[in-house]
């Protein structure tokens, strides 16, 4: 559940400009931060729950980036919840439904928000982090997850990535792994090509491929990646963060955010949302005490993949 809530800032939307007979709206932007009874038959099957670092409550804590717009006179809202599961950190809602921009990752004007369709009906929208690798620059949404272990030794296990060039995401120059190599140097890493699924790979010598770094790799002396072909890396990583927490960070801040919502609706009262008068930064308690739901269950070391070049697993 999310234990405080930290406002950031509170600040008008397009100037204050009013959304038909809701008038007026605020942005939001927070830290939410939450806690996992990793016992608790919700929490149980995220993946390495049980090797994730405990509080001095015995819970698993994590903190998830918030984003939100709401009506300014939360009586003229409609009372619901429009909560978005981001792309990558990203916002698509008003690209996708209010006929406005896409990559608009910050609204803050009348254009940046289509026709304001959600806004007239009174919707309180809410978007939140749950990618512990989602970047944060320009206002991506991004959760911290702590980091697995093994009794406090780093969790190493053989990982393999598949990346393809040249496709939806552009050409690539370098190769992003998914979870830190175990070292630079280590000499059984191996790269492969192929041009389809089904042709056999063919393994690159290591003098045509090196690490840039911990979390990526590149091919040598300029050369660059054939567009479309699959390029396949097995490698020895470590230190696998808890991204199973991503679910449950949404779910807790969807069942606050509603919580909230109804509360504020019928009261002037400051509620998870809404910073003391006068206030531009505050730490409010969730009321929120649900027993969390069901989560879907991610295979330790694997994380479903969110973007078309990278599909990592791991090998057991």
């Known amino acids: 559940m999310l234990v405080s809530f930290d406002i950031e800032k509170v600040e008008p939307l397009a100037d204050g400009a009013p959304f038909g007979a809701v ?5 939001v932007i927070a830290k939410a931060k939450g806690e996992v009874d990793p016992k608790h038959p919700g929490n149980e099957d995220i993946a390495l729950i ?9 819970k698993v804590e994590y903190t998830t980036d918030i984003f939100i717009l709401r009506p300014k006179d939360p009586a003229k809202g409609n009372g619901r919840i429009l909560y978005e599961v981001n792309n990558r950190g990203r916002k698509m809602l008003f690209g996708n439904i209010a006929d406005g921009p896409q990559g608009v990752n ?5 254009a940046d928000v289509g026709n304001g369709f959600p806004m007239r009906q009174g919707y309180t929208i809410v978007w939140s982090g749950w990618d512990p690798d989602a970047p944060r620059a320009n206002m991506g949404l991004g959760l911290t997850a702590p980091v697995a272990t093994n009794n406090g030794a780093p969790i190493v296990e053989m990982v393999r990535e598949e990346f393809v060039s040249g496709t939806r995401v552009g050409s690539l120059d ?5 979870y830190e190599a175990v070292s630079t140097d280590q000499a059984w890493a191996r790269l492969s090509v192929r041009e389809r699924a089904g042709d056999e790979r063919r393994e690159l010598p290591r003098s045509q491929w090196s690490f ?3 979390r990526s790799i590149k091919l040598n002396d300029g050369a660059k990646p054939k567009p479309g072909w699959l390029y396949e890396f097995h490698y020895e990583a470590m230190n696998p963060k808890v991204q199973g927490l991503g679910f449950a960070a949404t779910r807790d801040v969807v069942a606050a955010s509603i ?7 019928s009261s002037t009262a400051s509620t998870p949302t809404s910073p003391a008068s006068g206030a531009s930064s505050s730490t409010h308690r969730s009321a929120s005490q649900r027993a969390p739901a069901r989560n879907t269950r991610i295979t330790g070391f694997q994380r479903t993949p969110s973007r078309s070049r990278r599909r990592p697993s791991a090998i057991r």
């Open 174 to 178: 370098v190769f992003k792994l998914s």
């Open 23 to 27: 008038g007026a709206y605020e942005r």
């Open 50 to 58: 049980d090797k994730a670092p405990l509080n001095a409550n015995g």
């Open 212 to 214: 840039v770094d911990a």
């Open 106 to 110: 910050d609204p803050r004007t009348m």
């Open 259 to 265: 919580a909230t919502s109804r509360a504020a609706r």
